[in-house]
């Protein structure tokens, strides 16, 4: 099963105060896919989530979600189809972690409607899926900063959405967790054809995850497509300003980008005159 939903942005422009922080910017989200955003600190990505997720409006363009812009739809509506795990989410003091995953079932609850089976069965197996099961009556201000974003994931989860927003839902996991919870919306894609959109800082783990990358810069889409044709050494310099070798990742195929730094070039071995001479 495939999600159809399409959403796109018309020469999209965001920014806070005086300041513009993408410009003109014109995408496509293809539907059914995982699409992963890169690009350097600052540089718009977080940006440009919250705007396709309507919490941020434009200064000019618009973000279209099948037909119609997404901040003319009714809240609620738009809750029922895309979901959003901002970079920072904040809990209610004291809250169980029960009850905030809960809260993902929000959306489509009805006006005096009551809690139904269906919303149990979405809360537990979101519970499940994140492996977050056993902290169900934990508050959420006593776990680790991991523990915090594997419940947070859940809560996303539970919305059963069909468009999918993360903005680095990796941090403060280890590198153990940062592959489960990247192989769970895998799963979650493949098994329900959840759109995902998410922004990721680990530009390997992009390339092996993502159907779709967005490389941006200075607010700009410098490169969008396979990670085979987005992930070059010219838009690792241009995007970051670092100079790399692309090789290919010996798990996946994928391309694996391998950094160089200014201490870490293997010297050159000079041979002596006499190397070639036989002893």
Same mark, same amino acid.
């Given at each position: ?123 537990? =197996? ?49 590198? =153990? ?50 990670? =085979? ?51």
């Amino acid at each position: 099963m495939t999600t159809s939903h399409s959403l796109v942005t018309e020469r999209l422009t965001l920014g806070y105060g005086d300041r513009v922080v993408v410009e003109s910017l014109d995408l496509v989200v293809p539907p059914g896919e995982i699409t992963v955003i890169v690009g350097a600190n600052a540089c718009g990505k977080s940006t440009l989530l919250r705007s396709l997720s309507r919490l941020l409006t434009p200064r000019e363009g618009r973000v279209v979600l099948d037909g119609k812009e997404v901040h003319r739809m009714p809240a609620k509506k738009l809750a029922r189809t895309l979901g959003l795990l901002p970079q920072s989410p904040v809990a209610p003091e004291g809250i169980t972690v029960l009850d905030l995953v809960g809260r993902g079932r929000h959306p489509h609850q009805k006006l005096f409607s009551r809690w139904s089976e269906q919303d149990d069965v979405a809360v537990a =197996a979101a519970l499940e899926a994140t492996q977050t099961t056993n902290l169900a009556a934990r508050a959420v201000d006593e776990l680790s900063g991991g523990q915090r974003q594997r419940v947070w994931i859940a809560m996303a989860l539970a919305q059963q959405t069909d468009l999918l927003f993360l903005d680095e839902p990796t941090t403060f996991l280890d590198a =153990a967790h940062q592959v489960e919870v990247l192989d769970l919306l895998t799963d979650l894609n493949r098994s329900r054809g959840t759109t995902i959109v998410m922004v990721l800082h680990d530009l390997n783990l992009a390339a092996r995850y993502a159907d779709h990358l967005i490389a941006i810069a200075d607010g700009r889409c410098h490169a969008a497509g396979p990670p =085979a044709e987005v992930l070059t050494e010219e838009s690792v310099r241009t995007v970051f300003g670092l100079d790399s070798r692309i090789i290919e990742d010996p798990v996946s195929g994928r391309p694996l980008m391998l950094p160089i730094g200014r201490h870490h070039i293997r010297p050159q071995v000079a041979s002596s005159p006499d190397s070639g001479k036989a002893r």
